[in-house]
């Protein structure tokens, strides 16, 4: 019975272990220095998908990993890279999840596909209709 008390008090402790760190990007909240990189990073950040959120972009995004996303886009502006090639490398790594603006390959293609299928099939059933209550 000694025992169980040093285990309760293990699973009540649990939950303040799981606490998220605080953020410790160094460019996660800070502007850069010039003015043509900082927009060019908002810019991307804002078609970027937060891979925590899901639902809103890096910039606008509270999650620690929309913090390190957005410190790394910044650093990476800083270091000379261009919006495409940073994007390209997020994409490769997350997966084409991550931006807004997925681009045509192997594993989008039924996103674009597959509204035209749709629209081509309810046509298709639509003028299959009219042409049978035009015969009867």
Known sequence: MKWLAPLLLAFVAQPLAAQEAAVTSPYAD????????????????????????????????????AADMR????????????????????????????????????????LFAGPLLILLAVGGLAWSRIRRKGRG
């Open 30 to 65: 800070r502007q850069l220095e010039d003015p043509a990189q900082e927009a060019a990073a908002r810019d991307l950040m804002h078609s970027l998908r937060c891979i925590t959120c899901q639902s809103q972009s890096i910039a606008d995004s509270d999650a620690p990993m």
């Open 71 to 110: 410190s790394l886009v910044r650093e990476r502006i800083a270091e000379g890279q261009s919006p495409d090639e940073i994007r390209d490398w997020l994409v490769e790594r997350y997966g084409a999840y991550v931006t807004f603006e997925p681009e045509l390959d192997t594993t989008t293609w039924p």
